[in-house]
């Protein structure tokens, strides 16, 4: 199964479930829970990893802060199968801050490539993207 399918099946699984909740809950805890929320503000949500030489490997750190007002949990971090991710696992409070972790391998890769890693957490929505771009030449 790809990886956007996944990522599609968990948000159209979030948006009914969330549907749910909302239609039993009363209007005024509506709007405390559409102002409580994590907000992931990354310090960079695109960086340039200039030029590399196919095959090469290429490690970046994505930084970010939780500049909303509740408690940010991250399920998954996730990109193409050319990349490998890390990320916190436990909670970030608001105020606190975290780093996604990727390697890009450019094994296949030629010319002006660029990739999107998704953050899926307890956002609103629920998928935050982050980029990255580099120049791939053959070796």
């Known amino acids: 199964m790809s990886r956007h399918l996944l990522i599609s099946i968990v948000v159209l ?46 490690s970046l750190v994505f930084n970010f802060t939780n500049t909303g007002t509740a408690t940010l949990v991250i399920d998954l971090a996730s990109a193409c199968k050319c990349t490998s991710l890390d990320w916190p696992s436990g909670p970030i409070e608001p105020g606190g801050t975290g780093q996604v972790l990727v390697e890009f391998d450019s094994t296949g890769f030629r010319g002006d490539v660029t990739k999107t890693v998704d953050v899926i957490a307890n956002t609103d929505p629920i998928v935050v993207e982050a980029f990255f771009t580099a120049q791939v030449t053959p070796k």
Do not use: Y
């Not at 479930?17 to 695109?46: H, N, R, W, Y």
């Open 13 to 58: 699984m979030a948006a009914a479930l969330g549907m749910g909740c909302k239609a039993q809950q009363p209007a005024v805890a509506d709007a405390k829970v559409m102002t409580d929320i994590p907000i992931i503000s990354f310090e960079q949500d695109t960086i340039h990893l200039g030029s590399l030489v196919e095959g090469e490997k290429r």
